[in-house]
């Protein structure tokens, strides 16, 4: 029996299970595989870096659990690159799992950076009403956010919200989303494009493309798009995390996929041409 009769006979669990071992060794020891890193993502970087030294990014957080493996990679090394530029984030979330998804990752490196809450950065909790709570941040932000942090700390008590009334005493604001309808399109319109605040997102892969055209226009300053954005991102910081984790395990999988099929077609091409070269019939 030849090696491609083999292969072809053989059990596909077998294959499953490479496949499985492929995909873990990068998570086990990433492999740092180089990433081109696309406009997008190096223009929500730049936009990040020109806010000024010791300035505020307003940060929405407007996901739930299923996305977070897109979008806590996002989230984290936004900190990072903040904190790096002793920027202060003010964050909040429009659905109900946003805010408590996202500060354990946040407190941690926080942590890590040294920076304390509520001097550098405050988590405001969920605050419900959609656009009606959008146009009380700008109108007055202490009444938008109920006067309180999600722990119950009233912002007068945090230094981080002395001086910020209104989403206009940001620097920049960011939206890392992954709902329908779109509240970074209502930021966009009511705050953003009002009263010309620089604006970028993060959202996943399959929500990209309906935010891609606000990046065209020149209406977001940047965007990240799924785990991929996320990797670029970590990249262009110099932080490796998660997001090129699963990256390199991703390359791994599709060089393998690519691999198999070509031993398939290479099979059947060998199998095609020992048939075409036997005999017909079975002798005089």
């Known amino acids: 029996m030849s090696i491609w009769e083999k292969l072809s006979s ?17 998570i086990i020891k ?11 993502t190096e223009d929500f970087w730049k936009t990040v870096e ?6 505020t990014i307003a940060l929405a957080i407007d996901y739930r659990s299923d996305c977070i ?36 990752i946040t407190r941690a490196v926080g942590n890590e950076m040294g920076k304390t809450y509520g001097v550098d950065r405050v988590n405001l909790g969920y605050k419900p009403g959609g656009e009606v709570t959008m146009k009380k941040m700008v109108d007055n932000f202490w009444e ?35 709902v329908v309808p779109s509240p970074a399109q209502n930021y966009l319109k009511m705050v953003s494009i009002a009263y010309g605040l620089p604006m970028a997102i993060g959202t996943t892969a399959i ?23 996320a990797a670029e991102y970590e990249f262009l910081t110099r932080n490796p995390g998660p997001a090129m984790m699963g990256m390199d395990a991703q390359s791994a ?5 690519i691999v198999l099929i070509a031993l398939g077609n290479i099979g059947h091409m060998m199998d095609r041409k020992k048939r075409a070269g036997a005999p017909i019939g079975g002798g005089s």
């Open 69 to 104: 493996v897109e979008l806590n990679p996002q989230v984290v090394t936004l900190f990072r690159q903040a904190f790096a530029r002793n920027l202060k984030i003010i964050m909040w979330s429009n659905v109900d799992e946003g805010a408590n998804v996202t500060e354990p």
């Open 50 to 55: 020109a806010v000024p030294e010791g300035g």
């Open 207 to 229: 929500q990209a493309p309906t935010e891609m055209p606000f990046y065209s226009s020149g209406e977001y300053k940047g965007m990240l798009a799924g785990l991929r954005g």
């Open 144 to 178: 938008g956010a109920a006067y309180v942090d999600m722990q119950g700390t009233p912002l007068q008590d945090l230094p981080i919200m002395q001086g910020f009334s209104s989403l206009r005493d940001a620097d920049l604001l960011i939206d890392m989303m992954a």
């Open 10 to 26: 053989l059990d596909r669990r077998y294959y499953y299970v490479v496949l499985i071992l492929v995909v873990a060794l990068p």
């Open 30 to 40: 990433p492999w740092g595989l180089p990433i081109r890193v696309g406009s997008t």
């Open 253 to 257: 999988a599709h060089i393998l996929v």
